[in-house]
């Protein structure tokens, strides 16, 4: 399903220009949401916490310091603000590892294509990012095309509003003819760009029989140069490739559908990360077919997704039961950016993961899977202050993942649905 990375390809510098024109309407569209300014320091009270871990912490008292979590039991008093959030679930905001931030309805309701003026499609991309970052999700993996690093640098480099942004850039299509100095230079030219991490596609679409585009040799040459520049790999990979992509060295393997046990197997001991998806992007194109139809996807290829469902279960399941680093991964294209949370429905009604376990693939998992376990993911001094809350307890009821009452990204407060601070 990720194939939507083929994305919009404009020249680097047309969209550099077209976000720095576009600061002031988007700054007037999302600046004024935000709740509040980072404060030198804030204290936020809990009754019921989920560590990122898999344990819960009872009656924390979280002091947050510059952007930081300074510690777990604050004193009472003292001159910090302090928010009320007894009778939340508090929680280190989520990670996905895998969405399209670049793909969105346009001005007409209609899947954007590479004809969209530039200025619209950097809002659409703006809006997918403050989207996310209201649902809990205070880091985002996107996969991606070039269109989506302006955003990346305003969020890192000049206090825009939105969730953390990692990104591929444009992907590294299937290609069994490219050659091993070739495929070298694909690696170099995404880090020159600027990239996070390598995208690959070693199988075509789903849609289209999810036949292999690389072979293992390639990947292995793809993925050993990524981590000779200190570059993660993830891999779009279906059926057997899913197990050639594990023994070539690549790091996160995501889809997995029509592999077999032993695929699995070959995932776990290269201790590789697997993203299935069970929860939205299927169902989200289906929700949206008219929208899809129109941007060039076949009826034929509707159905495909419709029918083989169960089967992107049936591997989930068998992650899930292999003691698979199964991490948090949506996939997330137009409609869907906002909706990540109902991939952890999908998770324990369909692949026996258990709440906590769901959880923690989008908390220290994934922090793991980026590499970024020293500072996300936990509720744990010197970590990022990224803490959400949400109404309900997602261990007893899953569903509470929807209802996120409370986000805050390195410190700064940007939604609070509950008491004024006081």
């Excluded at 269109?147 to 509003?161: C, W, Y």
């Excluded at 009821?397 to 407060?413: P, Y």
Aim: with cysteine.
């Amino acid at each position: 399903m990720g194939e939507w990375a083929n994305g919009r390809m404009g020249e680097w510098g047309d969209w550099v220009n077209q976000i720095r024109q576009m600061r002031l309407v988007v700054c007037v569209m999302f600046c004024a949401r935000v709740v509040g300014a980072q404060t030198s320091r804030m204290v936020l009270l809990t009754d019921r916490a989920i560590d990122g871990h898999g344990g819960v912490l009872r009656g924390a008292r979280i002091a947050v310091e510059n952007g930081r979590i300074a510690s777990l039991d604050a004193p009472p008093g003292g001159a910090a603000a302090t928010i009320d959030l007894r009778g939340y679930t508090v929680l280190p905001g989520w990670i996905d590892t895998h969405v399209h931030l670049d793909s969105h309805f346009d001005r007409n309701g209609n899947v954007a294509g590479r004809s969209e003026p530039a200025a619209d499609a950097a809002l659409g991309i703006a809006d997918n990012a403050w989207k996310s970052l209201m649902a809990g999700f205070t880091t985002i993996q996107s996969v991606g095309a070039l269109s989506e690093a302006p955003i990346r640098d305003a969020i890192r480099d000049r206090g825009f509003p939105g969730p953390r942004v990692l990104t591929s850039l444009s992907p590294i299509q299937g290609d069994s003819s490219l050659s091993a100095d070739s495929l070298r230079a694909l690696v170099r030219r995404r880090k020159d760009q600027g990239a996070d991490l390598i995208k690959i596609f070693a199988s075509k679409s789903q849609r289209v029989g999810a036949g292999p585009t690389f072979t293992e040799e390639q990947l292995r040459v793809l993925c050993s140069e990524a981590a000779s520049l200190d570059l993660r790999t993830m891999v779009h990979a279906y059926r057997s490739q899913a197990s050639a992509a594990a023994r070539a060295g690549c790091r996160q393997i995501e889809h997995a559908t029509y592999g077999t046990q032993a695929d699995i197997d070959a995932m776990v001991k290269a201790g590789a990360f697997v993203g299935p998806q069970v929860g939205l992007v299927v169902q989200n194109y289906l929700a949206n077919k008219a929208r899809y139809l129109a941007s060039g996807m076949t009826e034929e290829g509707m159905q495909i997704m419709e029918r083989d469902l169960s089967l992107d279960f049936a591997i989930c399941t068998m992650a899930v039961k292999s003691g698979a680093k199964v991490v948090f991964s949506t996939d997330a294209t137009a409609g869907a950016h906002g909706r990540n949370a109902d991939e952890f429905i999908g998770r324990v009604e369909h692949c026996g993961q258990s709440p906590m376990a769901a959880l923690v693939s989008a908390n220290s998992l994934a922090a793991e899977a980026i590499g970024m376990k020293d500072r996300l993911g936990a509720l744990a001094p010197g970590y990022e202050a990224d803490i959400i809350a949400l109404d309900g307890d997602p261990l007893t009821d899953i569903t509470a993942v929807r209802r996120v009452v409370f986000v805050m990204r390195g410190g700064v407060l940007y939604k609070w649905s509950g008491a004024k601070a006081k």
